[in-house]
């Protein structure tokens, strides 16, 4: 408490020298309201320095090329299999009738009808609505790369498990990592592997792998110690104890990681068509930019389909607990659904062979909702444009101007010393320090005012999630059913990819900042939503039968005792929601914003890897600052609550 | 029998950043404690016969898990000597060491360590696995040793999916599996119901009944001690206070913990005839008593016997010596010494 009491005297003094530094912008030096010459670094330069050196000059060239090379076979042999691209083995393809038959057994066997009906439906849905060779295109990357992401990120988990020091550099490495946008990761990708499927599935198969990492390292540190003595006194070896002890006991975690790695590689599968990555991204983003709204919605409804059953599928997986069978003599019995399955795909190989529907629906078979939901679409526009251009306009000249033009006005040394006071209030001199240290180096990178607009369309979109997502969590956690059905679409919004998010909004809005700012705003609100509702539901009984013996009123039962105990959790989802955004803002910049996320889009047009790491990194390190006085302020109230 | 299988000779364990520098210190300096450093095992001098059964207990944090871990190296010792059928294990090669914990241990956890993801029966045949037997004779084998802990019938269930004394039981299996001579238990039963505890001690004694082992026994229940020991090695703060046979630690305790630890005890049920026995002063006369029951089975006996001095004969029929009815009536009533 004494401790605080210092810290807040400190942070004042520094709240003070900001304010003073405002109001006296008028007579300050040019130097202190823009980050001056000399402090600007030319952080580009020196990457691209780095990077010619390691691919002219140290030949990783070479090995990129020949490791890109296994990838595009193995992605020739997905592709003749999936949609009959004419490569070995000239098998393909594969007829979509058997696809959905597997797809369906798949989530019978996992968790029974409900999600058979679901993976089953979905491929269904993509063969009829004439989507197939898309999908097939984006899923033949994520059938390649995942596995590659899976075995990494167990091979470096492995050995960040057995040296403490491997682990501690690993570790910021992976932080920023998880903070840096995606499109950070494709220009290095374009650099060395040039654009298309290929480089595609590499800049997918490098994103996907810290989850992995993380989870395979939770996984394995949890495993309970006596299972590990058990083993050892069995007599095992070092290596029949890492494969045939921890990790089968580590799996559950091992699996969640498998389920993360498939949900990013769906996510960056979809952005990769930024680098001509063909597919059912790539589709979208050319019917979303010729505003052709029908079929973008019905590509959306795929892209989310497939989320939704790679999600249940693999989370299935993961959470299903062995259970012994009934002993039976036969082997029909035990391998019935193996089967049935056989059965299945024999039918629709026959199906295929006689009915070439079977095999393939051809686009002029198709089915398309196209028409319908333009037709409603129109209507809905109609009635509710004079609404959404009032809420444009009032957005634009009373929130987002003056927010921007505010932004843009404060002199950097004010932000830095905000941030200072800031950091200071909450985490004293190191936390001071920290922040300081992440925004100076955004200063010294010269992309200061771009920089300041990204902070800006955050931090609105986050305020305006807020105010949303608050009252609904508030309501939704009233009731204990609502509070489920609310989580349950949470987490089933939380899986789809941040592209589909787009595709509403402009839908509403068109082109321009709002249309950015709504996206941001739905995208961010639903980790505040679902975080607030756990944080809600978890508050110990006794405490609130405690309050209510005392004569509490639900005001303040809310206020006193429900809001503080679940803070800590809300933290954690604000943590989220200010990430989400992060990204949510850089993806957006295609629809035309003036961040660093269209500069990072020109160094991605450009393959200027100095340039787009450098934008990468500022955008990592607002992240990683977030991340730390979120963090660190979650602590010290977790510590002052006791829990 | 009097041959010892396990010897330590001043073992320390301390768990801290620098362990050995810290024992050195210690050594300067013995009542030294310094933040970060736990001193979980301190001087311990023990022998263990082949085929006897040592219960070593104590309160929860009193070393004993730790004691029995270095006496399988699972733990590096810090100082001192364990040797191991002769041999230091500290000097033991890894390989050495595996084929040691492969032919001649065997060891039950406290909270079972079974695999989660394998088959009652696959756990038990791990052991067998690891040797390298083929798969057919170690499933024999594993069956054999679950129809033996009363598992029939279990063998293609999942650990989650027993309850907690078949956990144990399949613990037991396993560790049986590879025919041990030296047998750890860590507090085999303190994770059951007491009712289960006590079918467990019962079907733990069976076995014990069965076979010709060194057990090496930990717990915290000094009733389960009683009742399972030939000798209780009792420990605290890492140090063993006594180690000896159950009726000597209850008549002579040999400090004021043990005393303590012994006071609540009914000495009756532990103490045992022969350990009353003195040398005849007269020829016997009458009805002897045999020298391995307890004072109070005999009671209803001892109390109404109008001898003064009990003639007491070993399980041979031998006479060995004799007891005084007021000595043992002293014990029966609590009062002794
Ligand atoms: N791995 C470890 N690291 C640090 N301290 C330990 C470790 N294992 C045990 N200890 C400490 O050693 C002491 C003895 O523990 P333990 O042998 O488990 O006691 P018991 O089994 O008698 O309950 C305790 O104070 C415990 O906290
Ligand atoms: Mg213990």
């Known amino acids: 408490m004494e401790r605080d009491a210092r810290f807040a005297g400190t942070a004042k003094l520094l709240l003070a020298l900001a304010v003073g530094l405002m109001v006296f912008k008028a007579i300050l030096p040019q130097g202190m309201i823009r980050p001056p010459e000399w402090l600007v670094l030319p952080f580009a330069d020196w990457i691209n320095v780095v990077f010619s050196f390691l691919q002219n000059d140290l030949g990783l060239m070479a090995v990129t090329r020949a490791f890109s090379a296994v990838v595009e076979w193995l992605l020739n042999v997905t592709a003749n299999l999936l949609y009959g691209k004419s490569r070995w083995p000239n098998l393909g393809p594969i007829p979509w009738s058997v696809i959905a038959v597997t797809a369906f057994m798949a989530g019978y066997a996992l968790k029974g009808w409900r999600l058979g009906l679901i993976s089953g439906g979905t491929f269904v849905w993509i063969a009829l609505m004439g989507q197939w060779k898309w999908a097939m295109e984006t899923l033949s990357v994520i059938v390649v790369a995942a596995p590659f992401s899976v075995i990494l990120g167990l091979v470096l988990a492995v050995l960040a498990w057995r040296s403490p020091r491997f682990e501690r550099v690993l570790n910021p490495i992976l932080s920023i990592a998880q903070s840096l946008p995606h499109f950070a990761y494709m220009i290095p990708v374009v650099v060395f592997i040039g654009v298309g499927p290929k480089a595609g599935a590499i800049v997918t198969i490098i994103f996907s792998v810290p989850p992995m990492i993380r989870m395979t390292l939770l996984g394995l540190k949890k495993v309970p110690e006596e299972v590990i003595e058990a083993a050892k006194m069995s007599g095992a070896t070092r290596w029949q104890l890492l494969t045939r002890a921890r990790i089968p006991t580590a799996r559950s975690e091992i699996l969640i990681g498998v389920n993360q790695v498939i949900m990013q590689c769906l996510a960056m599968v979809v952005l990769a068509s930024f680098i001509g990555m063909p597919g059912l991204g790539q589709k979208l983003l050319q019917l979303l930019q010729s505003l052709k709204i029908g079929l973008s919605v019905e590509i959306g409804i795929t892209i989310i389909l497939l989320a939704v059953t790679l999600d249940r599928l693999t989370k299935a997986w993961a959470l299903r607990q062995p259970m012994h069978e009934a002993a039976s003599p036969s082997w029909i019995t035990r391998n019935r659904l193996l089967l049935i399955w056989l059965t299945l795909c024999a039918i629709g190989f026959g199906l295929a062979h006689v009915f070439p529907y079977f095999l393939e629906v051809e686009r002029r078979q198709a089915l398309s909702v196209a028409g319908p939901v333009d037709a409603l679409m129109d209507h809905l526009i109609r009635l509710i444009t004079p609404v959404t251009l009032w809420l444009r306009w009032f957005l634009i000249t009373w929130v987002l101007i003056p927010m921007r033009d505010a932004y843009l006005w404060l002199p950097f040394t004010a932000v830095l010393v905000l941030l200072a006071a800031l950091g200071w209030a909450i985490g004293g001199l190191r936390s001071a320090l920290i922040c300081v240290a992440y925004f100076g180096l955004i200063a010294a990178s010269g992309w200061w005012d771009r920089a300041m607009i990204t902070v800006y369309m955050v931090c609105i979109s986050v305020l305006i999630a807020a105010i949303l997502a608050i009252p609904l969590a508030l309501w939704g956690a009233r009731n204990p059913e609502r509070a489920g059905r609310i989580l349950l679409i949470c987490d089933t919004a939380q899986t789809f990819p941040s592209f589909i998010y787009l595709i509403p909004v402009i839908m509403l809005f068109g082109v321009n900042d709002v249309a950015v700012v709504a996206a941001v705003v739905v995208f961010a609100a639903v980790p505040l939503v679902r975080y607030t509702i756990e944080g809600l539901r978890n508050v110990p009984p006794e405490m609130i039968e405690a309050a209510n013996m005392s004569g509490a009123t639900q005001a303040q039962l809310l206020w006193h005792v429900r809001l503080p105990l679940a803070l800590p959790t809300m933290l954690v989802g604000a943590n989220q929601s200010v990430m989400f955004s992060l990204f949510m803002v850089i993806i957006a910049a295609f629809i035309g914003t003036q961040d660093l996320g269209q500069e990072m889009q020109r160094a991605l047009s450009s393959t200027d890897v100095g340039k787009g790491l450098v934008l990468g990194f500022a955008v990592a390190f607002m992240g990683l600052l977030t991340d730390h006085l979120i963090t660190r302020w979650s602590e010290t109230r977790k510590r002052a609550l006791g829990i | ?337």
């Not at chain 2, 041959?3 to 030294?32: M, R, T, W, Y």
């Not at chain 2, 993801?117 to 069956?143: C, I, K």
């Not at chain 2, 994770?191 to 026994?217: C, H, S, W, Y």
């Not at chain 2, 009458?286 to 029951?293: L, T, Y």
Request: net charge neutral.
């Open chain 2, 1 to 337: 029998m009097t041959e010892s299988v396990i010897s330590c000779h001043n073992v320390s364990k301390i768990f801290g950043p620098n362990p050995a520098q810290h024992l050195a210190n210690l050594k300067a300096d013995p009542s030294l404690t310094q933040a970060g450093y736990v001193h979980a095992v301190r001087e311990v001098n023990l022998e263990i016969r082949r085929g006897e059964m040592l219960v070593v207990m104590g309160l929860s944090g009193s070393g004993k898990s730790t004691l029995v871990r270095c006496l399988s190296r699972l733990i590096e010792i810090t100082g001192g000597t364990v040797t191991v059928e002769g041999r230091d294990i500290a000097t033991l090669s890894e390989p050495d060491l595996i084929d040691l914990r492969r032919r001649k241990m065997g060891m039950v956890f406290q909270s079972f360590g079974l695999l989660p993801h394998r088959s009652v029966l696959e756990n038990v045949a791990f052991p067998l696995e690891m040797r390298g037997q083929d798969r057919a004779t170690r499933y024999s084998r594993a069956r054999e040793m679950l129809e033996l802990v009363g598992l029939k019938g279990r063998e293609d269930y999942f650990p989650r999916e027993l309850s907690g004394g078949q956990q144990q039981r399949v613990g037991i299996a396993r560790s049986l599996a590879v025919e041990p001579d030296i047998w750890f238990l860590d507090e085999p039963f303190s994770a059951l119901d007491p009712l289960i505890r006590r079918e467990m001690q019962d079907e733990f004694l069976r076995l014990k009944g069965m076979m010709n082992k060194t057990i090496v026994f930990i717990t915290h229940d000094f009733d389960e001690a009683l009742r399972l020991a030939d000798r209780i090695a009792i420990m605290k703060d890492g140090r063993i206070e006594q180690c000896d046979t159950p009726d000597k630690i209850v008549l002579h305790p040999a400090t004021d913990y043990v005393a303590k630890f012994t006071s609540e005890i009914d000495r009756a049920r532990v103490v045992h005839i022969g350990s009353l026995v003195r040398p005849l002063t007269a020829p016997p006369s009458g009805e002897p008593v045999p020298a391995h029951r307890t004072i109070r089975d005999l009671a209803r006996q001892l109390i109404s016997d109008p001898r003064v001095e009990i003639p007491v004969i070993n399980a041979q029929g031998a006479v060995i010596g004799s007891v005084l009815r007021q000595a043992a009536l002293d014990v029966l009533l609590g009062d002794a010494q």
